[in-house]
């Protein structure tokens, strides 16, 4: 079965432009989380929704990032005015549900940003 | 506040032992959830192990096994008969809510 994927893979960008990352979850998961990984930082919590209840966006780091989800499914996070510390590795992940005991996140392959 | 710790930045192990990865948390909350995933140099995130803080026995998944001990605020992750391509960095996490808060992870590199 399909997983969760991301687009693009890699993407390349001059400071100061805005960018969208796309994920796709897997079919019939509520939940969709984003998380970014850099070298200085670790794996960070970004942002994550759980059906049509409002998004956590305690994990963004400032007001130039911002995240939708249309229609319960895919997912865009959009990165305005791009600095060099916003490169890294976003990681998108999806989950039955966020309750219960028990929630493993299924990852997908990341998008590496490069901000130049 | 929550947090994971990984005081392992790099190990080594011969193949076919096993290797015990630390994972100290810290939370005041009764009821969490702690993981263990795997990111081989390809970058994918690949769940293997769950414990859950009101589980009564110790989480075993194949080759590996979570050693919990709660009053030590431990969960660390071993890995039996280890095989060359379980090189990869290893991430412990706890559940906050709905969202993972990683440790640093441990960088396995297993040598035939």
């Known amino acids: 079965g399909a997983g969760v994927s991301q687009s693009p893979s890699n993407k390349v960008t001059e400071k100061g432009k805005d960018v969208e990352l796309r994920c796709d979850p897997i079919s019939g998961h509520t939940a969709l989380y984003w998380y970014r990984q850099s070298l200085g930082q670790g794996l960070e919590f970004l942002i994550y929704?759980?059906?049509?209840?409002?998004?956590?966006k305690s994990g963004l780091p400032s007001d130039r990032f911002s995240a939708e989800r249309t229609g319960g499914s895919v997912s865009t996070l959009t990165i305005q005015r791009t600095q060099q510390e916003d490169s890294a590795v976003y990681l998108c992940?999806?989950?039955?549900?966020?309750?219960?005991?028990?929630?493993?996140?299924?990852f997908g392959p990341g998008t590496r940003l490069t901000v130049l | 506040a929550q947090k994971i710790t990984q005081t392992q930045p790099g190990m080594f192990v011969q193949e076919k032992e096993a290797v015990t990865l630390d994972c100290t948390y810290d939370?005041?909350?009764?009821?969490?959830?702690l993981f263990w995933y795997k990111q081989p140099s390809s970058g994918e995130m690949i769940f293997l192990i769950y414990q859950g803080s009101y589980d009564q026995q110790n989480a075993t998944e194949g080759r590996y096994s979570l050693n919990f001990q709660k009053a030590r605020k431990s969960a660390n992750l071993v890995i039996s008969a280890s095989q060359l391509g379980d090189s990869a960095m290893y991430f412990c996490?706890?559940?906050?809510?709905?969202?993972?808060?990683f440790g640093q992870g441990t960088e396995l590199s297993v040598k035939p």
């Open positions: 992940a999806s989950s039955l549900a966020i309750g219960g005991s028990y929630n493993e996140q299924f």
């Open positions: 929704f759980q059906g049509n209840s409002a998004p956590d």
């Open positions: 996490a706890m559940r906050k809510g709905g969202k993972l808060i």
């Open positions: 939370t005041s909350d009764p009821s969490y959830g």
